[in-house]
């Protein structure tokens, strides 16, 4: 479809009167006062509490799931919840803006590697409680201090309001994680003073109704637009002369064909140099993403809990996560690693979630066909979930599975430092993209290493987030962590993407962010020295509460209060 679409044609009719309403209000909401704008954050989280359960019932029908089945909980915490918690911490950045203040309680301290890193999380009691043991660093670029900080965050506002002029913006919604698409839009309105036209994903099309009315506050005021309509749409929208600024969340062929066109056209463009679209575009695309085993001295309780975690970096939301864990390095050698694999067989297998995401059945065919031998894991129901060897075939390491699928690989360990600089050269030179990676490593092991170099590794792996005992997606649930690949992709080799979106501290210069939770939880952590009251966290796929657990949170985040802390407390202890 091309923008001489027949005006008669109702749908792109609307479209062109949508836009032209974004047109007309892009300089008004640039010039939006920053009291207006907590205003407007307010009302949009006092309607998404109201709209929540709509929201949470519909993506759970949706995904094959029913109402009360735990697993709804991912669809309370990757939805209201994590809208909520942005509404949340652009309010409190906005609230403390005049002289930048917000920096003022925020903790920074130079890494071994010389940069500055600044603890987003804990912040504040809140956090310290509910996400008791769990650390968020950002990690800024080379050259940015404590001492010039303020001139790389909230730069944006450095422009006086009379001055700002607006932009229109199209954003292309993914189809799997109901809070990417509204969130995605939060950083163009907020962090950049655009406006936006949010076209939704035929996939998880289902919430708009629930946006619509959550978001009813920025389309009260012309800032936005939700549609629905397949890639005929997304195509004009993306041609269109008045969208002067594209973000997709999707794949990487997507994305490309954007910008270059299909087939030979699009080789063609590529060859030279010519991408079909002279607008900024920003990206985040997915990757091969890593889960690096680090050997150590575990106990059977230790196994049995890591195993949970590196099942749920798998199999959440049934495995259509672009952070989901693709490939599992482990220790050659290490005398647990066996018994570490079946117990995550195990748990994996105990995991019946519909594979509801289009195309599964034929890219698990595809794993099947190009794998030299696999081994399937019954589960009911559901697909079995397979596992193989991943030198199989060099396309294991080149192509996002998006499925319940899992490659393996052993690295040489003759010790534990040694086999992580190992992980970091074969993730950094054998993985395709830099959206996360996450290390599993006890705590020991840390010491033994020291932190300083431990750190000083970690400069080393170079992925956007990097989760340390947790999953990658707490950087995403965590919305004052930036979220996209690492820094130096390009048009013509985009891999997981250019730009970042959520960083609620509103940071202009960031690397990476790095999400640090205890190895064990409690209450083993308080008995062997890690100080931290975090349970089975909420959003495992073994946590038998979450989906209490994300409505209480969910509702906490709206407003926060001591008479909600018992009710939370005691659902996560049971979970």
Not at 228 to 233: H, I, L
Not at 254 to 260: F, G
């Amino acid at each position: 479809m091309t923008n001489n679409a027949p005006q008669e044609n109702d749908v792109f009719t609307g479209l062109e009167n949508d836009l032209a309403a974004l047109a007309n209000a892009r300089d008004n909401w640039a010039r939006t006062p920053v009291a207006e704008r907590i205003q407007v954050l307010q009302e949009i989280k006092d309607a998404l509490l109201s709209a929540s359960d709509g929201w949470v019932r519909d993506a759970a029908r949706a995904k094959g799931l029913s109402a009360d089945s735990p697993l709804a909980g991912e669809e309370w915490l990757s939805g209201p919840y994590a809208v909520m918690s942005g509404c949340n911490g652009l309010m409190q950045t906005l609230s403390e803006l005049e002289g930048k203040a917000f920096l003022k309680h925020i903790p920074f301290r130079t890494l071994p590697s010389g940069q500055t890193a600044a603890r987003v999380t804990p912040h504040g009691i809140w956090d310290r409680l509910l996400l008791s043991g769990v650390k968020a660093d950002v990690w800024m670029k080379q050259g940015v201090n404590e001492s010039n900080i303020a001139e790389h965050a909230a730069t944006a506002y450095d422009v006086p309001p009379e001055q700002r002029t607006g932009r229109v913006a199209l954003v292309l919604g993914a189809g799997n994680i109901a809070a990417i698409a509204p969130l995605d839009a939060f950083q163009k309105l907020f962090l950049e003073h655009q406006v936006v036209v949010l076209k939704m994903n035929p996939v998880n099309d289902y919430p708009t109704e629930h946006l619509e009315a959550a978001l009813r506050p920025l389309i009260e005021r012309d800032a936005l637009r939700i549609v629905k309509g397949g890639g005929d749409v997304g195509a004009w929208l993306t041609e269109h002369p008045t969208v002067e600024e594209i973000h997709i969340t999707g794949a990487e062929s997507t994305h490309d064909a954007i910008i270059w066109g299909r087939g030979d056209e699009g080789q063609r463009n590529r060859e030279a140099g010519t991408p079909r679209l002279d607008k900024r575009i920003t990206s985040e695309l997915g990757a091969v993403c890593p889960t690096i085993v680090v050997p150590g001295n575990w106990s059977g309780a230790d196994i049995r809990f890591q195993a949970e975690q590196i099942a749920t970096q798998k199999l959440h939301n049934s495995g259509f996560n672009c952070v989901a864990c693709q490939a599992l390095l482990m220790p050659e050698g290490w005398d647990q690693a066996n018994e570490l694999l079946n117990e995550i067989r195990g748990v994996m297998g105990r995991s019946t979630r519909p594979a509801y995401y289009p195309g599964a059945e034929d890219r698990l065919e595809t794993f099947r066909q190009k794998s030299a031998e696999v081994t399937s894991v019954s589960r009911d129901t559901a697909p079995d979930l397979l596992i193989n060897q991943l030198e199989d075939d060099d396309w294991f390491r080149s192509n996002e599975i998006f499925a319940p699928a899992l490659s393996t690989h052993s690295l040489e360990a003759p010790d534990a430092e040694q086999y992580l600089r190992n992980a970091i050269d074969f993730a950094n030179s054998k993985l395709h993209g830099t959206l996360g990676a996450n290390i599993v490593i006890h705590p020991d092991t840390i010491r033994s290493i020291g932190r300083d170099r431990f750190e000083a590794l970690l400069t080393d792996l170079r992925y956007g987030t990097i989760a340390i005992n947790t999953w990658t997606g707490l950087g995403f649930l965590n919305t004052a962590c930036p979220w996209g690949a690492f820094p130096g992709h390009t048009l013509d080799d985009v891999q997981s993407g250019i730009g970042t979106v959520h960083n609620t501290f509103m940071f202009d210069a960031v690397e990476r962010a790095v999400v640090e939770a205890p190895f064990r939880p409690f209450p083993r952590s308080v008995l062997s020295g890690e100080w931290s009251l975090l349970p089975r966290p909420p959003w495992f796929i073994t946590n038998r509460r979450q989906h209490r657990l994300g409505r209480l949170l969910t509702r906490f985040q709206h407003s926060p209060g001591w008479h909600r802390i018992p009710r939370i407390f005691a659902n996560a202890l049971l979970g």
